[in-house]
């Protein structure tokens, strides 16, 4: 289950301009959903999406509780994603992730930061996801590229 908290047009900060290597104060889709399994919250996501870019800015008409972002954005917008670099931490949950994710403040999370690029190699999507640290669990597989 999906459920959209935030979906609006605001103005790029400084951390999120410099992931999606745009000039400050530009505008950027927010979309900020909690994804939950058998009415358990499982993951807070908040991401960032370049407003000019393609027409995104139409993101924020869309049902993404029910769509798929990456789908819309590849189907309806020409956007395919063709790369993403994430960065995986652990975090303490602070009030915000706590009253979603329903764990104490400053239990652990999974913190996943990711930027996400198009074929053109063009930062599209700068997305940070808090997971329940009691609740996740990543496999990382690594393969031998055959030359």
């Known amino acids: 289950h999906t459920e959209v908290l935030t979906l609006m047009l605001t103005e790029a900060s400084p951390s999120v301009s410099r ?11 927010q979309l900020v959903r ?12 908040t991401s960032f999406l370049p407003a000019g870019y393609h027409g995104l800015a139409g993101l924020v008409h869309e049902d993404l509780k029910s769509h798929s ?3 819309l954005m590849e189907q309806k917008y020409q956007v395919p994603i063709e790369a993403s670099r994430r960065v995986i931490e652990i975090r303490m949950a602070g009030d915000f ?3 979603h994710l329903e764990v104490p403040v400053h239990a652990p999370l999974q913190y996943i930061e990711t930027v996400s690029t198009s074929v053109d190699n ?3 999507e700068y997305s940070k996801a ?7 669990r990543f496999v990382i597989e690594i393969r031998k590229k055959k030359i």
């Not at 992931?19 to 889709?29: F, N």
């Not at 909690?34 to 996501?45: E, F, G, H, Q, T």
Request: aromatic content about 6%.
């Open 130 to 136: 808090s997971y329940r640290g009691d609740l996740s």
């Open 122 to 124: 063009i930062p599209v």
């Open 19 to 29: 992931a999606l290597a745009i000039e400050k104060g530009s505008q950027v889709v």
């Open 69 to 71: 972002l990456y789908k």
């Open 34 to 45: 909690l994804r939950s399994a058998n009415d358990v919250p499982m993951v807070l996501v």
């Open 97 to 99: 992730e706590a009253s």
